[in-house]
């Protein structure tokens, strides 16, 4: 089962990047990812509080968020 998902999630990323890539280029890729990344860290407060009252409200276990938090660094 967690074979199936890495692997869904490797096809995902690949596909979210090589599109792009695909279509505009490298320049304007790199440059919609750098804007991305700069307006989540705007937000990343926001971010946290939502993964944390989806835990407080049991949508997600406490682990699954904390994993998913730590995930991304």
Avoid: K, N, Q
């Amino acid at each position: 089962m967690e074979f199936a998902y890495s692997a869904g999630l490797s096809a995902a990323g690949a596909l979210a990047l090589g599109v792009p890539l695909r279509l505009f280029g490298w320049r304007a890729t790199w440059g919609a990812v750098l804007l991305v990344w700069r307006t989540l860290r705007g937000y990343r407060w926001w971010i946290l509080l939502i993964l944390l009252a989806g835990a407080a409200f049991g949508l997600w276990r406490l682990e699954d968020v904390r994993e998913l938090i730590f995930g991304l660094f």
